[in-house]
């Protein structure tokens, strides 16, 4: 099993930025999927869901109006579009998996960075 982030980077303040996951060694379509942070010396938390059916999305309150979450099951990728970014979305950036049956996977994280 792999997930592989990429697109971080530096940013400035009000910019944008696409993070891409790319999944392998499971049934991707089956998996709910997500973004999580962990900024600088706080705890990681969850930014956006994408659930298996339905489109069906959920989002932290600190992204929503700002961030998108979207997969695309043909390429076992989810993205995640950040516009209108701050400062305080400084963090590595971590790309999430797992299924009904409790199986979760974890990449190895991405540097998002809002500075000017």
């Known amino acids: 099993v792999q997930l592989v982030e990429s697109g971080g980077g530096l940013v400035q303040p009000g910019g944008s930025l696409r993070l891409s996951c790319a999944a392998s060694g499971f049934t991707f379509s089956t998996y709910v999927m997500s973004w999580f942070r962990q900024p600088p010396g706080k705890e990681r938390e969850m930014v956006a869901t994408?659930?298996?059916?339905?489109?069906?999305?959920e989002y932290a309150d600190s992204v929503k109006g700002r961030f998108t979450i979207s997969r695309d099951n043909a390429k076992n990728t989810v993205y995640l579009q950040m516009n209108s970014l701050k400062s305080e979305d400084t963090a590595v950036y971590y790309c999430n998996s797992r299924s009904n049956s409790g199986s979760v996977y974890w990449g190895q994280g991405t540097q998002v960075t809002v500075s000017s």
């Open positions: 994408s659930f298996t059916f339905g489109g069906i999305t």
